[in-house]
């Protein structure tokens, strides 16, 4: 496995691993009944913040924690950073796919909302395909990668 | 993401130039070398930019170190 696979891996794990700590946090709040307060939507506003700064920390920590195993694990002081045609290539197709998911879960929260789904969770859902769209481009990339292309 | 139609003899070209390892000849044409890997096994076909710079590499012409086989008459793409 290359070093750009891994990464893609650790990309993957990293975005499963933020939403499941989003999902299970969301659910503790819905399940103390704070979504049915006055002030919910402000309540999800802030928790898409909070988790949009996690992500990122949480994306830089393991970055720098799987580059310094990497280099550890497998002796190379300074890893294969080249990008050529082909990776971007991958990326492109990757982010369409991850486009078309997402896209998906969009049309399917537009319709929950014709069958009068709380307004909450439809932003609940078009957060969680945006997640859902995100692991799929990883895995696309990860099988393009194993594939050749 | 089957096999393309453009092949190419660039094995055997590293072969004949004192068995050049696809390691030496992605940093020669600045790509990866699971790039180089996936040009020689046909499930890649390089911009016309990265296949002139592999042929340079050869000292070839572009024509001798990649072929394209069309389709045939009701052949699917």
């Known amino acids: 496995m290359t070093y750009t696979e891994k990464n893609t891996l650790v990309s993957m794990l ?8 989003y999902s299970s946090k969301m659910y503790q709040l819905y399940q103390e009944g704070r979504f049915a307060a006055a002030d919910a939507g402000v309540l999800m506003g802030k928790s898409v913040l909070y988790m949009i700064a996690a992500s990122i920390i949480i994306a830089i920590i393991t970055s720098i924690i799987f580059s310094i195993v990497h280099a550890l694990a497998t002796g190379e002081k300074k890893p294969n950073f080249v990008v050529d045609e082909r990776d ?4 492109l197709k990757a982010m369409q796919f991850s486009f078309i998911v997402f896209s998906f ?3 399917g929260s537009a319709i929950a909302l014709v069958f009068e789904t709380t307004p909450l969770m439809v932003i609940f859902a078009t957060i969680t395909s945006m997640f859902v769209a995100s692991i799929a481009g990883d895995i696309f990339k990860l099988v393009c990668y194993r594939r050749g292309y | 993401m089957g096999k393309s139609r453009v092949s190419n003899i660039i094995r055997r070209l590293r072969f004949d130039h004192n068995e050049m390892t696809q390691k030496d000849l992605a940093e020669a044409i600045g790509v990866t070398r699971q790039t180089v890997v996936a040009i020689e096994n046909a499930k890649y076909s390089p911009t016309l930019e990265l296949a002139f710079q592999i042929a340079l590499v050869f000292d070839k012409p572009l024509e001798e170190v990649f072929s394209f086989t069309p389709l045939k008459a009701g052949e699917k793409k």
């Open chain 1, 105 to 107: 879960g969009f049309v």
């Open chain 1, 14 to 21: 990293t975005g499963m691993l933020v939403f499941g700590i």
């Open chain 1, 88 to 91: 971007k290539l991958i990326e």
